[in-house]
């Protein structure tokens, strides 16, 4: 039961375009979202997140959208760069009772390339 | 770098046999979480220590175990290994309870299980 979906593995933009990388979610307990990058031999490095009371984050070239009546959220990247290129993670969090903690559920990630 | 690190980076043993893996948090980060990364299965978390005390339990098996050092340094043990639980390991450090903003990850600990 994944709970959290990156339906598109890969993903080839031109530099100096838009990307657009999707993410759903299927669990109404996600109220924080994440998105983390990640290049080969290292650890994943957060980029940007949202929280539920909002349906935008924007942070440099980095945006990310929420729409909560549709479970989606997606990362846009404006203009790309080739440094861009990496696996893109969606990760989500929900509150646990008793004001305790919960780790991150994340999606299995989407590569995206950036052609010159 | 993240500033937190994980050591050993490799490491191949045998099926049966236990290992440790051990993780140093940030300077000041109390939370250390770890996670495994298979092929197939993407990033799963495992457990969360907060202050040395365990706060959040994930997909871990019975054959693993963790603990929170007084110094704050993390240890994940796996034991009885198994072909399968050839992966990546990752431990995460953050200075809050909840791992909702920015958490930073190690660069990984992969294990062979042959």
């Known amino acids: 039961d994944q709970q959290v979906k990156q339906n598109s593995p890969s993903l080839s933009v031109q530099e100096g375009r838009i990307s657009i990388l999707n993410c759903d979610y299927t669990?109404?307990?996600?109220?924080?979202f994440l998105w983390y990058k990640k290049y080969p031999a290292e650890g994943p490095t957060f980029l940007i997140s949202?929280?539920?009371?909002?349906d935008k984050n924007e942070d440099g070239r980095f945006t990310v959208f929420l729409n909560k009546s549709a479970k989606h959220l997606s990362l846009h990247i404006v203009p790309s760069q080739p440094g861009d290129s990496a696996v893109y993670f969606c990760a989500a969090s929900a509150s646990v009772s008793g004001g305790g903690a919960d780790g991150l559920t994340f999606g299995k990630g989407t590569h995206l390339i950036i052609q010159p | 770098d993240s500033g937190v690190t994980q050591t050993p980076k490799h490491l191949i043993t045998a099926t049966g046999q236990r290992v440790t893996l051990r993780c140093s948090p940030r300077?000041?980060?109390?939370?250390v979480y770890w996670y495994q990364q298979s092929l197939d299965q993407g990033l799963q978390f495992l457990i969360q220590?907060?202050?040395?005390?365990?706060?959040a339990k994930g997909n871990i098996l019975e054959r693993f175990s963790a603990q929170q050092f007084p110094d704050l340094h993390s240890e994940l043990n796996l034991s009885s290994l198994e072909l399968g639980d050839s992966a990546l390991y990752f431990c995460?450090?953050?200075?809050?309870?909840?791992?909702?903003?920015?958490?930073?990850f190690g660069q990984g600990t992969r294990l062979t299980v042959v």
């Open positions: 220590y907060y202050n040395g005390e365990e706060r």
């Open positions: 995460a450090s953050s200075p809050r309870v909840r791992q909702n903003t920015e958490a930073f």
């Open positions: 300077s000041g980060d109390l939370s």
């Open positions: 669990n109404s307990m996600f109220d924080y």
């Open positions: 949202i929280s539920s009371i909002k």
